[in-house]
């Protein structure tokens, strides 16, 4: 966990998440006391931790948390009361939000803080794949591309199409999206 926000209306509060993130190894911390200037915060950079200590001076914090939830890749934990525990995480969990009752110690904290980096490392993973799987993608529908270039200007048909760019493509040593766009760039004018 490299950045966190802390949005707390209480100094002594912001001290003590302070405190426990410094020693999870936490290395860029920010401060807020409302949900305005963490909206603001949150469009201006991206954070990998949110710790909301609910309520806060303009709003409770579960509207907060489902925003940053909805628009970002940070990891929420709210901090609430025990006694409505229930009753804000019914309403925030399915947005992947961590719903920790006070009054706290600095074990439940640090678990939820450890539970959030393994929510994020995952997360990271999940988009790695994402990423991997849309650029195959993209590349199916180039080298799509190029096949229906090859069987319109050199009349191939689509098996000779696809075997012209796999053989051009180890013939050069280079991958069938690069001859793709050689023909797209030779045909496509």
């Not at 410094?22 to 990998?48: K, Y």
């Not at 925030?92 to 009054?103: L, M």
């Amino acid at each position: 966990m490299e950045s966190a926000l802390i949005v707390c209306e209480a100094q002594k509060s912001t001290e003590y998440f302070k405190d426990i993130l410094m020693q999870n190894q936490c290395s860029e911390i920010s401060t807020v006391r409302t949900s305005q200037e963490a909206r603001r915060m949150m469009l201006e950079r991206d954070f990998d931790l949110c710790i909301i200590n609910a309520p806060l001076i303009d709003e409770f914090g579960e509207s907060l948390s489902k925003d940053i939830a909805t628009h970002s890749t940070c990891q929420i934990i709210i901090v609430v009361k025990a006694e409505l525990f229930d009753e804000v995480c019914s309403k925030v969990e399915d947005y992947g939000v961590i719903t920790v009752a006070k009054p706290i110690n600095k074990t439940m904290l640090w678990n939820a803080i450890k539970f959030a980096n393994v929510a994020k490392f995952r997360m990271r993973m999940v988009q790695k794949q994402n990423e991997k799987l849309l650029q195959k993608i993209d590349d199916i529908k180039l080298i799509d591309r190029a096949k229906l270039l090859l069987i319109s200007y050199l009349n191939m048909t689509e098996e000779q199409a696809h075997k012209y760019i796999e053989r051009q493509a180890m013939d050069m040593r280079v991958t069938k999206r690069d001859i793709a766009q050689n023909i797209l760039k030779t045909y496509d004018s």
